[in-house]
């Protein structure tokens, strides 16, 4: 093969490498990923690099935006819902996609301002790993699986601000959950809330305040993937949490809620006891029934 005729097949065997290129990148971008628990403990791992983030502070307003920032980055569209709690600046952040009957899968994003738990430091901010930063990190990585030209739902990742500083200094518990749900126009479905799921010893009971038709369907999915060790059908808390304004006003609401954790609000809940196979199986099992279509 002389010079000239090497050249032309180099430059068609890279003219195919390309293409072949192309073809693979197109099929990847349209084919369903699979929740991956590493990739939600990465956004566990950023939240907590901005150290503890309380409603108001300049962490917490940088988590909002690191929030705001990805799910931009992954195709949803954003909205903002800043209000004062308290002589306090919050904000709520919704995404949206899809069309067809409302879901809402909710998480809180701030930290609670004082381990009043801590047999020690009870006066440290908590850095919340787990209370917080494993909810936010689900809803981050559904947003980059999800199709979103295939969802049968509108389908709207709410994250809470204002739920965690409960009797401290005169605030209550959920303001920001209680502030989006007074200021609901529609009717959703179901809303789901994801809190403390990120525990490495994972048990998430059927929580006794929630939906049950709504509780025995999500829990069933987690039981045909497997993960009935962790997602647990058996009854066991009363929560008071982001579901429950929805309550209020006669939504269907499910907390999934693994509230046997022994470092809630204390110095100790650190990124160290979140486990990405805990985010993976709910991550997963979230998924997989919004992946089915969720109908009235």
Do not use: C
């Amino acid at each position: 093969m002389n010079k000239r005729s090497n050249r032309l097949f180099l430059i068609f065997v890279v003219l195919i490498a390309i293409a072949v290129g192309a073809v693979l990148l197109l099929g990847r971008s349209y084919t369903p990923s699979s929740f991956n628990g590493e990739r939600a403990y990465e956004h566990v791992l950023k939240q907590v690099s901005f150290g503890p983030r309380p409603t108001g502070s300049a962490e917490g307003w940088a988590t909002g935006d690191y929030i705001i920032q990805t799910l931009k980055s992954s195709g949803w569209q954003v909205q903002t819902q800043e209000f004062d709690y308290q002589n306090v600046r919050a904000r709520n952040i919704m995404a949206t996609a899809g069309q067809g009957p409302q879901v809402i899968i909710g998480a809180h994003y701030d930290t609670r301002m004082r381990a009043d738990q801590d047999p020690i430091s009870p006066t440290t901010p908590v850095m919340g790993a787990n209370d917080g930063a494993s909810g936010v990190a689900v809803l981050l990585e559904l947003a980059r699986v999800l199709d979103r030209r295939t969802l049968q739902n509108q389908l709207d990742l709410v994250f809470f601000d204002a739920e965690d500083n409960g009797h401290l200094d005169g605030w209550d518990w959920i303001a920001g959950s209680s502030y989006f749900a007074q200021n609901l126009s529609t009717r959703p479905v179901v809303v789901i809330v994801v809190d403390m799921i990120g525990d490495a010893d994972q048990q998430v009971y059927l929580e006794r305040n929630s939906d049950p038709l709504w509780s025995a369907r999500i829990w069933q999915v987690a039981a045909s993937l497997g993960y009935a060790d962790y997602i647990i059908p058996q009854y066991k808390h009363s929560m008071l949490d982001d579901h429950t304004p929805f309550l209020r006003k006669g939504i269907p609401a499910v907390d999934m809620i693994d509230f046997d954790y022994p470092y809630w609000h204390t110095t100790a809940d650190t990124a160290d006891k979140v486990s990405p196979a805990s985010l993976e199986r709910i991550g997963q099992t979230l998924q997989a029934l919004i992946e089915q279509g969720v109908q009235p």
